[in-house]
């Protein structure tokens, strides 16, 4: 290993990701972090602010998958800020936090993260659908390599797009949205 990758063993390397899932969390009570494997998912999420602090179960663990298989709703109990890992590993589990999220524990937030093929469940999709907000997560990028901030081009075209959607009275609202982006991706 080198210096170039994130993990325990070394120095994590932020990811400009991290702020826009911090801000999607105060909005949505579902964050999907999907990637393809090694890119960081699950490292990103043991070591950001406020993700590491928060409740964190991966179904890699056979325990931990056959109580998402048996009984999910354990995996959260008495928590309101969870991180759920490897989340395709079970499609039980999805069901059951929609409906945590619709009923019992509306102030709770997950953050279910997984492969790039989660979306194309068909079943993630429509569960989900509305409730969540969906990002995907690419591999290290020479800037966060070197701990650089993002490229000002890359800031000035996110703040533009969240001007142009607040500054329009008329645009439809983000679970509309998120919904439609759900049904596309399916």
Excluded at 126 to 138: D, H, I
Aim: net charge positive; with cysteine; aromatic share 8%.
């Amino acid at each position: 290993m080198d210096d170039n990758h994130s993990g325990y063993e070394l120095n994590y390397k932020k990811r400009w990701i991290s702020i826009i899932l911090q801000n999607a969390i105060k909005e949505h009570p579902i964050v999907v972090l999907t990637g393809a494997r090694q890119v960081g998912k699950s490292t990103l999420l043991q070591n950001e602010s406020p993700f590491k602090s928060w409740n964190y179960q991966s179904l890699d663990d056979f325990d931990i998958l056959e109580q998402a298989e048996q009984n999910p709703e354990a995996l959260w109990a008495g928590e309101k800020r969870i991180v759920l890992d490897e989340v395709q590993k079970s499609v039980k589990l999805l069901s059951a936090v929609k409906i945590a999220v619709d009923t019992y524990c509306k102030d709770c937030r997950f953050v279910l993260s997984g492969s790039a093929n989660l979306l194309l469940m068909k079943k993630v999709s429509e569960s989900l659908a509305g409730r969540a907000v969906y990002f995907n997560l690419l591999p290290l990028t020479m800037g966060e390599i070197n701990s650089k901030p993002p490229n000002n081009i890359l800031k000035y075209l996110f703040q533009k797009k969240i001007n142009n959607i607040t500054d329009n009275k008329n645009m439809l609202q983000n679970q509309d949205i998120d919904y439609l982006i759900s049904q596309i991706k399916r």
